[in-house]
């Protein structure tokens, strides 16, 4: 058979692809799909993945030579392949972009990079999708530790991960009697070098067990049998930097593409992934654990004072508790502060020891009768133990302007009550709301049944894909101006059934520097919304100092 003479080249550019380069005879034989070359690409020399190879071209017109191959074998297998075309398909990024983002940093350039074959594995069967309902955040492990236990017996590689470096403490210890030290890694932060230096060695197959957070889930372990992903609902898992994606979806799309299972571990599981388990896509294991009671303090004929937060039953709760000399907790939002209610406290009960816990906190209280905390908390969810808690603005959390905010709070009620050992008290004043009440829910089912039923009738994901079409810069005028004129030009292209909303500031108006506004592109196809979107970048030519990015549902 004659070698082929066009190789089709994709780049981690925000590009479709793949362009096509003719192979010269000198490199006949030795350009493979999944390695890395070096081609001319828009006026300069770039590195670029081979995707496929050709006998002959489609396109008219003079090609270019491919001008260097980088690596002396395929970076890249075909079911990686696969698994950054079902990523670009999934988010609205470029092949390129998705294999870019499977790289170390080091080899995101056109450094060589001598590196062995890998295995040109094919799963031979689907694997399944499991949710585990650890509604105590006890028993987690008991199920856990023996599935990996069995695949990393049946020769094949797993992937656990981590919404951020504060579950390292717990996570770490349980898997590191499964292997030996030179087996299994923790994908952490670290010089390029090092960073380097473990991606090879889970590449070559001496690493079988790979830890680690979001970018984990690009991690090359071989025969990839099993992904975990722990606490699934963590915001830390969705990816806020082009390309965006989550990475519970994305190890959806992975474990696709190679055929591994994957099991989602949650005491309060996405309204996403929940609608999966309604649709059977997903299997559910439900962990029953009794949980301490939720109570309501009701505020609606009680007015407190301007930048107060202790009303009169919730002192009474903390007069009982100081008598009886057991630990309250007082959760408060982050953007509140808990500097405030700590002198509220004081104030109220001086000879009480008060603490305060943040994001900036190095280190937990021990010593305390009443502990003012934010969200961090969480970091300690496993360790700390208090007699009581309460939540100070229960209404802050469930009517947030996101559609995410009712989840958020459900997941905040659930993981403080696994930090209790009496009661959770709730100050609000929706008393009556029947919503409010279902985030006591015993079994959670009340919160996922109305919450699946609003979105059903809003028609917001999981029911419709959205993709929010962001445009930042620096100057606020110009960034919405763009968003203006970017809306106008999709709003001719979109094809029948995918419809667009019109322009407003960015949930997160202003990050780094740049100010965000966006517009959404919405409908029940999710190719659709997808190709609307990406023809929409493909036309659109915005003005210097502006950068427009898609982000997925």
């Known amino acids: 058979m004659t070698a082929p003479r066009v190789a089709q080249v994709v780049f981690g550019l925000p590009v479709d692809g793949p362009f096509d380069y003719i192979i010269p005879e000198e490199l006949s034989g030795k350009v493979f799909p999944g390695g890395r070359v070096l081609v001319r690409f828009a006026g300069r020399k770039r590195a670029g993945v081979v995707v496929r190879l050709l006998q002959q071209t489609a396109h008219d017109g003079k090609l270019s030579v491919l001008i260097k191959i980088l690596d002396e074998n395929p970076v890249f297998a075909p079911a990686f392949l696969k698994f950054a075309e079902r990523f670009a398909a999934r988010f609205a990024c470029s092949t390129g972009e998705a294999l870019e983002m499977c790289l170390p940093a080091y080899l995101r350039g056109a450094k060589a990079f001598a590196c062995a074959a890998m295995d040109h594995h094919w799963p031979e069967e689907a694997g399944t999708a499991e949710l585990v309902f650890d509604r105590g955040q006890t028993q987690r492990w008991e199920i856990l530790l023996p599935r990996i236990t069995a695949v990393l017996a049946e020769g094949r590689g797993v992937i656990v991960m981590m919404p951020d470096a504060a579950r390292c403490h717990d996570v770490l210890p349980k898997l590191g009697p499964l292997l030996p030290a030179e087996e299994r890694v923790l994908l952490a932060g670290s010089t390029p070098k090092e960073e ?32 975990v992903v722990l606490d699934e609902e963590n915001a830390f898992y969705r990816h806020e930097q082009t390309p965006f994606f989550h990475a519970r979806e994305a190890a959806f799309e992975r474990a696709a593409a190679e055929g591994c299972d994957v099991v989602c571990v949650s005491s309060a599981p996405s309204v996403e992934l929940w609608h999966r388990v309604e649709k059977k896509t997903v299997r559910l294991t439900l962990l029953e654990e009794l949980l301490p009671p939720v109570k309501f303090l009701d505020l609606t004929n009680f007015k407190m004072r301007k930048d107060t ?25 982050a953007a509140r502060g808990v500097g405030g209610v700590c002198a509220e406290v004081k104030k109220i009960f001086p000879g009480a020891r008060v603490a305060g816990y943040d994001r900036t906190s190095t280190a937990m209280p021990e010593d305390f009768d009443i ?71 015993a079994d959670g089912a009340d919160f996922y049944r109305r919450e699946l039923t609003l979105r059903q009738e809003m028609g917001v994901p999981p029911f419709q894909a959205q993709a929010s079409v962001i445009v930042r810069s620096e100057d606020p005028a110009l960034a919405c101006a763009e968003a203006k004129r970017l809306y106008d030009s999709v709003i001719n292209i979109l094809p029948e059934g995918v419809t667009a909303i019109d322009p407003e500031q960015d949930r997160a108006a202003l990050v780094r520097g740049k100010f965000r506004y966006c517009f959404l592109v919405q409908g029940d196809a999710r190719a659709a919304v997808v190709a609307a ?4 970048l493909r036309l659109f030519r915005p003005k210097k100092d502006t950068v427009v990015t898609v982000s997925m549902d």
Do not use: C
Not at 204 to 222: D, M, N, T, Y
């Open 533 to 536: 979107a990406r023809q929409a």
């Open 196 to 227: 380097y230096g473990r991606w090879l060695s889970v590449r070559s197959g001496k690493v079988r067990l790979a830890a680690g957070f979001i970018a984990a889930v690009f991690a090359p372990v071989r025969n990839l049998g099993l992904i």
């Open 371 to 441: 502990l003012v905390a934010t969200q961090s908390v969480f970091r300690h969810r496993a360790a700390l133990k208090v007699a009581a808690a309460a939540v100070l603005d229960i209404d802050w959390e469930f009517h947030k302007h996101d559609i995410q905010a009712a989840h958020s709070a459900f997941a905040l009620v659930q993981h403080l009550r696994q930090m209790v050992q009496a009661y959770l008290l709730l100050q609000t004043r929706n008393v009556a709301d029947p919503f409010l009440h279902t985030l006591a829910s």
């Open 309 to 333: 937060f202790i009303s009169l039953g919730l002192r009474h709760h903390l007069e009982t508790a100081l008598k009886e000399k057991r630990q309250f907790l007082l959760y408060i939002q």
